[in-house]
């Protein structure tokens, strides 16, 4: 999956010479953690919240309100901004800017075209999106989980015995993470099936295979978090 399917394409960006204080206001107003930085129309750089709360003074600070204000406004986002800009290309892989932000513990990339033009932002919640989008949790609460050998054919024994017994398969994954050589993890996930059909299934994998686990994601009661408005 390519990471132009699935950036945000509505980027809000600023100018180098926008104030701390400006930057503040507009990620608060646009509920964003990072914000691209311009020069001349040309990205140069991004500034997180994290940036900002560090730049900011510190709560103990001897300035008055007036001053305090003064310098919020006067220090601009390009002296406090990321150094060193990591972008990712809109035609890459969204595997591949994960890696990336795994790699340097961020949690958003600029998205630039072949001329280096910015045209969007891929973020963690992004990346979350895909691996919901590609598991099928959404079409199957089903998973089973395998260590099989590391060959030719082998999935499709497993994936035959599920088809035989009229399961539905809606994703396919592999790893070799944590797994003993010449074997590899798979997880199948399925569509919901009758109990009594379930059970046999279950049985025939466990007597053919070696199952590492059967689960069944539940849905229908996902928590959500509650914002508390400030009065």
Known sequence: ??????????????????????????????????LPVLRKGKLVGIITDRDLKDAA????????VHELYYLLSEIKVKDIMAK????????????????????????GL??????????????????????????????????F????????????EVADTIRAHGGRMVSILTSWDSCEKECRHVFIRIMDMEKEKLTALTKELEKRFIVLYTTRDDLSNIPHRQVVKAK
Do not use: H
Request: charged share 20%.
């Open 84 to 107: 060193g800009l990591i972008t990712i290309n809109g035609d890459d892989t969204v595997e591949k800017a994960a890696v990336i932000m795994l790699e340097n513990r961020i949690s």
């Open 145 to 156: 989980a395998f260590s099989i050998e590391d060959r030719a054919g082998a999935i499709k």
């Open 1 to 34: 999956m390519l990471v132009k399917g699935w950036m945000a394409s509505e980027v809000i960006a600023i100018d180098e010479n926008t104030s701390m204080m400006k930057a503040t206001q507009i990620m608060k107003e646009q509920n964003i953690r990072r």
């Open 110 to 143: 600029p998205v630039v075209n072949n001329k280096g033009d910015l045209i969007g932002v891929v973020t963690l919640t992004d990346v979350l999106k895909v691996l919901v989008s590609i598991t099928g949790i959404y079409q199957g609460g089903i998973q």
């Open 57 to 64: 003074p510190s709560k103990a600070t001897s300035l008055d």
